[in-house]
């Protein structure tokens, strides 16, 4: 079953005899591919990491069309990011983040001085980013960064790259810090293959494609002379041999990424339809997870973990407290998924995910 992870229980689930059944970080729960691992391995054992990554570079850039110098190797999205508030976040920075989404990297900009506004969806539009509101507000706030995730986290909201690469060519003194982590599972994968505009930086995980969070690797695409800067905040050997040799692996690896779009796209249909058996809402997604309203997100989360060994993510941190984001699942997930989650529903006598 490629959804239960072989980790043990947390020791404070009640039956720790249960496999943990994962569906919090919406990974590609088919990988990581052979070919990848071997390459991962072979690096432990035999390489010193290279401190320019130029072979992984060239690799990516070979990929996308681009040059060496447009690809800058890191240790996973959250990495990269933090990257991108110590080299440009400072008490002249105006930040502009498309939320909700991810945060931390927020506070780290608001500690170096940077000030913090905030573009936020809602649920009734599908969490559907509105880029000429986004536009209305930039022209207020004059924000030097604009941060976001597309498709959107936790929503799953596609955010067409097409679209944003055209309010970027608006805003032509602004950074975009565009997070593709989820970009290459879902049925937007197509924006993979267009250039980003000089000001817009992609920044894309394979802990996500690939299931390797463990390995910790992920790349940006974009302008040199931005990734310039970017790289001359970061210490050399900023990318290890291990992650250099999975992102040079992994842009051979196509027949992988399709098959595991096909598998998880009707994973995500059958997780609707195991939500619509127990009355939930959901948010139309594009990615590989689903945003579901469920009334005490948190205190739901936290019995399906201690008394059933299911793991959900609380969408609590990321202003939405009363919502879960569950990962696309396969057949036996989904039957334990249904069982658990409505137990849990019905003992809580909440009706159709909601306080009665």
């Known amino acids: 079953m490629p959804n239960a992870t072989d980790a043990p229980c947390p020791s404070n689930v009640a039956n720790s005899s249960l496999a943990l059944l994962d569906l919090r970080s919406g990974q590609n729960p088919y990988g990581p591919p052979a070919g990848v691992v071997a390459a991962a391995t072979r690096a432990v054992c035999e390489r010193n990491p290279d401190p320019a990554a130029l072979s992984a570079r060239t690799a990516v850039a070979e990929r996308f069309g681009v040059g060496p110098e447009q690809v800058m190797l890191g240790h996973g999205a959250s990495d990269l990011m933090f990257s991108c508030v110590h080299a440009w976040a400072n008490a002249s920075c105006v930040w502009l983040a498309i939320e909700p989404g991810e945060s931390d990297h927020l506070a780290r900009a608001r500690r170096a001085g940077a000030r913090v506004t905030r573009w936020r969806s809602v649920e009734r539009t599908g969490h559907r980013v509105d880029l000429e509101q986004v536009a209305e507000l930039m022209r207020l706030e004059s924000p030097n960064i604009v941060s976001l995730a597309a498709p959107g986290s936790p929503t799953g909201a596609?955010?067409?790259?097409?679209?944003?690469?055209?309010?970027?060519?608006?805003?032509?003194?602004t950074r975009f810090l565009v997070n593709q982590s989820w970009l290459s599972l879902s049925d937007d994968h197509a924006d993979l293959e267009l250039?980003?505009?000089?000001?817009?930086?992609?920044?894309?995980?394979?802990?996500?494609?690939?299931?390797?969070?463990?390995?910790?690797?992920?790349?940006?695409?974009?302008?040199?002379r931005q990734l310039g800067e970017l790289a001359a905040t970061r210490p050399s050997f900023a990318a290890s041999s291990v992650a250099q040799a999975v992102v040079q692996a992994a842009v051979q690896e196509p027949a992988f990424l399709n098959h595991s779009r096909q598998q998880l796209r009707a994973d995500r249909a059958?997780?609707?339809?195991?939500?619509?058996?127990?009355?939930l809402v959901?948010?139309?997604?594009?990615?590989?997870?689903?945003?579901?309203?469920?009334?005490?997100?948190?205190?739901?989360?936290?019995?399906?973990l201690e008394q059933h060994a299911v793991a959900v993510c609380d969408a609590t941190p990321f202003g939405l407290p009363d919502h879960l984001r569950i990962s696309s699942v396969d057949a036996p997930a989904a039957q334990r998924l249904r069982a658990t989650l409505g137990e849990v529903l019905a003992r809580r006598g909440l009706v159709r995910g909601r306080e009665p």
């Open 158 to 173: 596609s955010v067409p790259f097409a679209q944003l690469c055209r309010l970027a060519e608006q805003f032509p003194q």
């Open 282 to 304: 959901h948010t139309p997604s594009v990615a590989p997870f689903l945003l579901v309203r469920v009334a005490r997100a948190e205190e739901v989360t936290r019995e399906l």
């Open 195 to 224: 250039v980003p505009p000089d000001n817009v930086l992609c920044i894309r995980s394979l802990s996500v494609e690939l299931a390797l969070t463990g390995v910790r690797a992920g790349y940006v695409l974009g302008n040199a």
């Open 270 to 279: 059958r997780l609707a339809e195991t939500l619509a058996a127990l009355s």
